[in-house]
């Protein structure tokens, strides 16, 4: 969850996301973020259940707007995500 958050939060900095994350959007992250890391540092004890019930929540938040990032070009599946780049991906058999 702790890096799940981290990972987020670079992308937010990234400024190459900047112009494609609007201002609701990005205040929206920034806070569930907040939130996470501030629920982790107090919760340093939480049970699994409790650690994935958070991460339920910050996913919540976080999922719409990754996805609308990543299908707008940005990020590390920029190309890849839904075949973007029109290419075709063959897969070969080995023995």
Do not use: C
Not at 33 to 61: F, I, R
Request: charge should be negative; glycine fraction near 8%.
């Amino acid at each position: 969850l702790e890096n799940y958050a981290y990972s987020l939060r670079n992308t937010l900095i990234d400024t190459s996301n900047a112009s494609k994350i609007g201002p609701a959007d990005k205040q929206a992250l920034e806070a569930a973020v907040e939130h996470t890391m501030t629920w982790l540092d107090a919760n340093a004890g939480a049970e699994l259940e409790e650690v994935e019930a958070e991460q339920k929540q910050l996913e919540a938040v976080a999922m719409p707007i990754m996805t609308e990032l990543h299908q707008a070009g940005a990020g590390p599946d920029r190309g890849f995500a839904g075949n973007a780049g029109g290419s075709q991906l063959h897969l070969k058999e080995v023995d």
